[in-house]
Structures are given as structure tokens and as C-alpha cells.
């Protein structure tokens, strides 16, 4: 189902997905993304301290802002916004628990292997369901991200990333540098 999610961009459409484990992913879209041929999306993790909250230790709000807005300038684009993945798939508890490890010296990456978790535990199969549901093969993904490029490669979903660059601040600059330097990421 379908319900209308008006934003000062415009109107955007709302629905919910059921993931693999049982989650409610919410899927956005903007104009009508059929008519693109390879349409602006974003897959975004879940993240309460930077969507919601407004934290300035990482850039996920300010990404999803970005992407949403470049999505209302251009006429269409999807936002699949993946529930159950806040702190690289870690959880909102332990995701505390490394800003605490990271509060003390460690990055990002070694803060969550001190406890004890993967570099990140994401999984992005459900993202790439919901694009099959919608009927999407070819895609310009909003990320900085190569996982979730290599995910849709590996699904035969045609992919053409577009960085998207933010603003680093005093609070993230470690942050954004350890993701360049040791996930691979751009932007």
C-alpha cells in the first residue's frame, strides 16, 4: 500500500516492505521513477542518532537529506530505507557503546571489533528485493558505499554510483577519514 508523504520538496509516496527478518523496511518514492531509465536511489541505513537526532559524528542525516533533495530537483528517485541496521548492523545499544570506545581513542572500525562485532554486519539482500519488486534493473546509486554497489552487481541490477559528499565537521572528521582510508568509501 501506497500512502502519500508530503515534504517541502514536494509529495513524495510511502509504503512498508517486510525484510528477510521480519523488519519493516520503508520504501519512499519521488515522481514517477518508471520513466527514468536508470533512477536516482538511495539505500539507507537506519541511523536514530543522525536522521533523527541530528548528531553530527557521522553524515547519515545530512546523506539522506542530500539524496532526498537531489530526488525532488530532478523530477524522481527512490529511497529504501533499511530498519534494523543502526551502527553498521550492530544495534542502537552497542552502537552507544562504540561512540563510548571511540570517546576513549579508537575509530569507528576498531571500536566495533573491540566488541566484538564484524566491520559491518549489514546485509543488503532486502534492498535488493525491493528494487526487483519494483521492477528496477538499472539504477544511479546516491553512496559512498561498495558494498552496497557490489550487493546490486551481484544482482544483476545495472549500477552507476554517484559519490555523495558532505561537509565534514570537527565531530566526524575521524569518522569520515577512517571510512575513506579503511572501508573503501568515497565522497
Known sequence: VWAELPRKGGKWKIATFLGSGGVDHAVLKF????????????????????????????????????????????GSGVIIYLRDQEGRGIGLAEKIRAYKLQDEGLDTVDANLALGHEIDERDFGDAVEILQRLGIEAVTLLTNNPLKAQALND????????????????????YLETKRERLGHGG
Open 155 to 174: 544482482a544483476a541490477i545495472v549500477t552507476k554510483v554517484e559519490d555523495l559528499t558532505t561537509s565534514p565537521n570537527p565531530y566526524n572528521r575521524k
Open 31 to 74: 515522481g514517477d521513477v518508471s520513466r527514468a531509465g536508470s533512477p536516482l536511489v538511495r539505500i539507507h541505513s537506519e541511523c536514530l542518532t543522525g536522521d533523527v537526532l541530528g548528531s553530527l559524528r557521522c553524515d547519515c542525516g545530512e546523506q539522506l537529506e542530500s539524496a532526498m533533495s537531489a530526488m525532488e530537483s530532478i
